[in-house]
């Protein structure tokens, strides 16, 4: 709906709108926008036939026979403007509810949001429930850094915080081996450790985004060594050899991460704060003078907010009710 938003008001011509829509639901994301324009007319009237007359389109009164581009353009814009309707309808009886949280509660996400970003948490606030931006925007900015870090500390160093991160890891088929490797790092986060406790985050943060990609069919597992795979479902083949995805830098440049928007701010984490360049400093031996809370801190939230999108495709996760963390639950 936010993709047909933005292009609904660009007013495109009937040709680009049925471009971008496209290329929007191509399975393979390397074929670009600018490759989509130099197909001919009678080639994109094809395909916008065949997305209008899926089922799951839902479109109504089509003709039989081939659409036009403009006739493209008008049905799915009409189908936004419906949809849209029925959801303000099914939104009325909530609207009271709403007010109140435009009016006791955006200032504060949006202030919590700006603090988090600020201090090296982005990647904090697809888990946060609103009570939690609440307190982070409560936070004055004296020694703010300082005091964001301390609140994330003294939380993930809690039993039931572990406790919490193994139900997760327990539910899912793929990660559950992984988790006797994070206990101890979690053990030694606890204690302070820090010097045992990062590398271990860092290296399983890696391996998590890349058993994302084998659950999600994009790569596959093979001898201790990750193969990119082609659209039909097989190793890529290039230059006469198998596709090997090296390094966390060509996990997060994965096109199935980019699709992903709610890892936005954890791939944003790892780039723009330079997360990898210091992972790899420290992994590789060139840093020794890593032991900081905070990077302990970071890297063990990041693994907190991966671990339901890596499972993502596997039986839901069930997380005790009785957990007293200002952290917002998975929906399944």
Same mark, same amino acid.
């Given at each position: 709906?936010?993709? #047909?938003? +933005? @292009?609904?008001?660009?007013?495109?011509?009937?040709?680009?709108?049925?471009?971008?829509?496209?290329?929007?639901?191509?399975?393979? *994301?390397?074929?670009? &926008?600018?490759?989509?324009?130099?197909?001919? $007319?009678?080639? #994109?009237?094809?395909?916008?036939?065949?997305?209008? =007359?899926?089922?799951?389109?839902?479109?109504?009164?089509? *003709?039989?026979?081939?659409?036009?581009?403009?006739?493209? =353009?008008?049905?799915?814009?009409?189908?936004?403007?419906?949809?849209?309707?029925?959801?303000?309808?099914?939104?009325?009886?909530?609207?009271? %509810?709403?007010? +109140?949280?435009?009016?006791?509660?955006?200032?504060?996400?949006?202030?919590?949001?700006?603090?988090?970003? &600020?201090?090296?948490?982005?990647?904090?606030?697809?888990?946060?429930?609103?009570?939690?931006?609440? @307190?982070?925007?409560?936070?004055?900015?004296?020694?703010?850094?300082?005091?964001?870090?301390?609140?994330?500390?003294?939380?993930?160093?809690?039993?039931?915080?572990?406790?919490?991160?193994?139900?997760?890891?327990? +539910?899912?088929?793929?990660?559950?081996?992984?988790?006797?490797?994070?206990?101890?790092? %979690?053990?030694?986060?606890?204690?302070?450790?820090? /010097?045992?406790?990062? *590398?271990?985050?860092?290296?399983?943060?890696?391996?998590?985004?890349?058993?994302?990609?084998? /659950? +999600?069919?994009?790569?596959?597992?093979?001898?201790? =060594? /990750?193969?990119?795979?082609?659209?039909?479902?097989?190793?890529?083949?290039?230059?006469?050899?198998?596709?090997?995805?090296?390094?966390?830098?060509?996990?997060?440049?994965?096109?199935?991460?980019?699709?992903?928007?709610?890892? $936005?701010?954890?791939?944003?984490?790892?780039?723009? $704060?330079?997360?990898?360049?210091?992972?790899?400093?420290?992994?590789?031996?060139?840093?020794?003078?890593?032991?900081?809370?905070?990077?302990?801190?970071?890297?063990?939230? #990041?693994?907190?907010? #991966?671990?339901?999108?890596?499972?993502?495709?596997?039986?839901?996760?069930?997380?005790?009710?009785?957990?007293?963390? !200002?952290?917002?639950? !998975?929906?399944?």
């Amino acid at each position: 709906m936010e993709f #047909l938003s +933005n @292009i609904i008001q660009q007013d495109l011509s009937p040709r680009d709108f049925t471009i971008k829509v496209i290329r929007q639901t191509l399975k393979n *994301p390397r074929l670009g &926008e600018k490759k989509v324009k130099e197909f001919p $007319d009678d080639y #994109l009237i094809m395909i916008a036939t065949k997305i209008a =007359k899926d089922r799951r389109m839902n479109l109504k009164e089509l *003709p039989t026979g081939r659409i036009t581009l403009e006739l493209f =353009k008008l049905k799915i814009v009409e189908d936004f403007i419906e949809t849209n309707r029925k959801a303000a309808s099914l939104l009325k009886p909530y609207l009271p %509810w709403l007010k +109140n949280f435009q009016e006791n509660w955006i200032k504060d996400i949006d202030q919590g949001e700006k603090i988090l970003k &600020e201090c090296g948490y982005r990647h904090t606030g697809q888990i946060l429930r609103k009570e939690g931006f609440r @307190i982070f925007a409560n936070i004055g900015p004296n020694v703010r850094d300082a005091r964001v870090t301390n609140a994330w500390l003294n939380l993930t160093r809690q039993n039931w915080f572990r406790d919490e991160l193994k139900e997760r890891f327990q +539910n899912s088929a793929m990660l559950r081996s992984r988790w006797k490797i994070l206990e101890k790092a %979690w053990e030694a986060h606890q204690r302070r450790d820090y /010097l045992l406790s990062i *590398p271990v985050f860092l290296t399983q943060i890696e391996g998590i985004l890349g058993d994302a990609l084998v /659950l +999600n069919h994009c790569a596959r597992s093979k001898n201790g =060594k /990750l193969f990119k795979l082609d659209s039909d479902g097989t190793i890529l083949i290039e230059n006469g050899k198998q596709k090997e995805i090296i390094g966390i830098s060509s996990i997060i440049e994965h096109p199935y991460f980019s699709r992903i928007s709610r890892l $936005d701010e954890a791939i944003k984490f790892l780039r723009k $704060d330079e997360i990898i360049v210091e992972r790899n400093a420290i992994l590789h031996g060139r840093k020794v003078s890593y032991g900081r809370a905070k990077l302990s801190t970071q890297s063990l939230l #990041l693994i907190y907010a #991966l671990i339901r999108d890596a499972a993502e495709f596997e039986p839901p996760i069930v997380i005790p009710s009785s957990s007293l963390i !200002p952290i917002e639950k !998975p929906t399944s």
